[in-house]
Every structure is written in C-alpha cells, then in structure tokens.
C-alpha cells in the first residue's frame, strides 16, 4: 500500500532556512511532488523529484533519497507569504497518473 | 490564459439536496480529477477520468457522481446520500502518459456547506 507521513506544523522565523520533511512508502516509485497551499486556496506545484538528489529552483529546494523513502523541502530566506501548507504526494496506480498526498505540513513564518 | 475553473467558489444546501459543482479546463489535458480536502486530512480523490466518457471511482466515490461528456469539462454532483459533505473540493487536470508521470494542475476549489 501507500503512506506518506509528514510532521503537522512548524514554525520558523523571516529570514531563515527550513526544512520540512516528507517519508513514503509506495509500491513502484514513480516519483515525489511537492505543492504549496495557502488557506483557503489551490494547491500549486513547486517540485517534482524522481531522482536522488537535491534539485534546486530559487530559494526552494527539494531533496530526494529513494533508498531511505525520504523527501524534504528546503525553504531559504522565508518570506511572511511562505506562511502556507505544504504538500507532499506520491503517484499510484501506474499509468492513471493519480496521486497519493500526505496530510500537508503547516507552515508559520514569524517576523 | 490556460488554466481550470471552478464554479461557484462558495456554495450553500440543504440537507437532502443534490448539488453539481463545475470544473472546466483549456489546458487539453486528457485526465480530470477530483479531490475532497477535510480540515487535517490529506486531498482524497473521489473520481478520475482519463478520457471522455470514461471514469473510474477514486478512494471515496460513495454519494459522489460524474460526467465527462467533453474533454473540457468534468462537474461532480454531491448526492444526498453523501453523509458528510461539508468539504472544500479540489479539481484537477494532467496529461497522461504510459511511461511519465505528468503534474496535477488544480482549480481553485469550491468550499461546499451544508445547512
């Protein structure tokens, strides 16, 4: 079966780096996705991963260790408007492209 | 601009009311889907579509119904006998692909209420 396990909030203060960890446990790796939530609002995609390694995009990161089923988001310089939930998912199901999400991990940017 | 809509982005019934909620996208994408969003719960998928005419149920199909008489357009209807439909719904959209996996692409959502 699939899980995804994410911690549920954190908190961090403007200006600095965090990182929001992501474990899975999936039949057939097909890769990781991370989204970003504001309240009230769409998910929007920052990451897809499918290799090992750190993928980097501006001032996000996602990291990703297939042997471990281990992912994380690394968020530098933080912004108040990073305040958000973030989404870790994984794809099942083979060709129907449809995803398994874990329950989002609830970030505050204090100033 | 490309993109998926979402209407209405609030919407109120009555208990005992059948309720449609439309998602229409210009982004030619083959698949559709549709998600519920509980507060502290993960998205859960409720239908999928990969090609007109076609659906499949998702996790929590039960009291849920769709269409997809056009590429365009996949509206659920929220039937009565959904006991607990207060949520925020999700649609999305991707390509489809034998050997990738492609991005999901989400509306805005449309937060249901039940009186």
């Known amino acids: 079966g699939q899980n995804i396990d994410q911690p549920t909030e954190m908190t961090a203060t403007e200006g600095a780096i965090v990182q929001i960890n992501c474990t899975y446990q999936t039949s057939g790796f097909n890769g990781l996705f991370w989204y970003q939530q504001h309240a009230g609002e769409a998910p929007t995609f920052l990451s897809y991963n499918v290799l090992d390694g750190l993928e980097e995009k501006g001032r996000f990161s996602s990291f990703l260790s297939r042997s471990k089923g281990y992912s994380y988001l690394l968020l530098k310089e933080l912004q108040m408007k990073d305040s958000a939930s973030y989404l870790c998912?994984?794809?099942?199901?083979?060709?129907?492209?449809?995803?398994?999400f874990g329950t989002g991990t609830l970030l505050a940017v204090q100033p | 601009d490309g993109g998926i809509t979402q209407s209405p982005k609030y919407l109120f019934r009555k208990e005992g009311q059948n309720v449609t909620l439309s998602c229409e996208q210009n982004?030619?994408?083959?698949?559709m889907y549709w998600y519920r969003q509980d507060p502290g719960q993960g998205l859960r998928l409720i239908y999928y579509?990969?090609?007109?005419?076609?659906?499949q149920k998702g996790d929590i199909a039960e009291g849920y119904s769709v269409s997809r008489e056009k590429k365009e357009s996949f509206p659920l209807t929220v039937t009565s006998a959904q006991k607990n439909p207060t949520a925020f719904y999700l649609c999305?959209?991707?390509?489809?692909?034998?050997?990738?996996?492609?991005?999901?692409?989400f509306g805005p959502g449309t937060r249901l209420t039940v009186l």
């Open positions: 982004l030619n994408h083959d698949a």
């Open positions: 998912a994984v794809p099942y199901g083979g060709a129907t492209n449809k995803l398994i």
């Open positions: 999305a959209s991707s390509q489809i692909g034998r050997t990738s996996t492609y991005t999901q692409y």
């Open positions: 579509s990969q090609i007109v005419n076609d659906f």
